[in-house]
T-cell receptor, first 111, second 113 residues
Framework: GENVGLHLPTLSVQEGDNSIINCAYS??????FIWYKQESGKGPQFIIDIRSNMDKRQGQRVTVLLNKTVKHLSLQIAATQPGDSAVYFCAETYSNYQLIWGAGTKLIIKP | DTGVSQDPRHKITKRGQNVTFRCDPISEHNRLYWYRQTLGQGPEFLTY????????KSRLLSDRFSAERPKGSFSTLEIQRTEQGDSAMYLCASGRAGQAEQYFGPGTRLTVT
């Protein structure tokens, strides 16, 4: 929603550079992970997902990496653009219905 | 536009009043979720439906909150006797049973004065 980025960790990246957003998840039983992008005043938008039997998945300009050993998830955005400015949330699920959300990271693109 | 829609987008109400929000999910989705989001936080799960059945309700949801999905399509979320602490963005999402992906609407921003 509006001002969703207040008090969140912030990552500032130069336009054109690659961005890496990290997330630590809580439940070793989680079997499915999703990255969402939330722009100011809007609901979260699905970006990419990954299942626990995978360690990497690629989409258009985005790559998600999963390290189950340390319960760590990352989102890599290639050639960051101004339109990538948003708050990014990771979410995990093991019950197939209830998403457990991470704290969110605010991505700022410097011109 | 065939995405999730919510109405109204903004609601300002006085403490003690009742409010009702509506969510229209993606038509082929049989699951519908309600979340609440406050500034700087991720969405907080409130409840979800599969078709018309309400299958889970968060322990955080007080008795002043009620949700319905009478025909398995649109859903309403009612808050009775609103309090200032209810001020938040209320998000609706829909998805398919057996799939964890959820697609969100734009939200209803509630301000209780």
């Amino acid at each position: 929603g509006e001002n969703v980025g207040l008090h969140l960790p912030t990552l500032s990246v130069q336009e054109g550079d690659n961005s890496i957003i990290n997330c630590a998840y809580s439940n070793s039983a989680s079997d499915y992970f999703i990255w969402y992008k939330q722009e100011s005043g809007k609901g979260p938008q699905f970006i990419i997902d990954i299942r626990s039997n995978m360690d990497k998945r690629q989409g258009q300009r985005v790559t998600v990496l999963l390290n189950k050993t340390v319960k760590h998830l990352s989102l890599q955005i290639a050639a960051t653009q101004p339109g990538d400015s948003a708050v990014y949330f990771c979410a995990e699920t093991y019950s197939n219905y209830q998403l457990i959300w991470g704290a969110g990271t605010k991505l700022i693109i410097k011109p | 536009d065939t995405g999730v829609s919510q109405d109204p987008r903004h609601k300002i109400t006085k403490r003690g009043q009742n409010v009702t929000f509506r969510c229209d999910p993606i038509s082929e989705h049989n699951r519908l979720y309600w979340y609440r989001q406050t500034l700087g936080q991720g969405p907080e799960f409130l409840t979800y439906f599969q078709n018309e059945a309400q299958l889970e309700k968060s322990r955080l949801l007080s008795d002043r909150f009620s949700a319905e999905r009478p025909k398995g399509s649109f859903s309403t979320l009612e808050i009775q006797r609103t309090e200032q602490g209810d001020s938040a963005m209320y998000l609706c999402a829909s998805g398919r049973a057996g799939q964890a992906e959820q697609y969100f609407g734009p939200g209803t921003r509630l301000t209780v004065t």
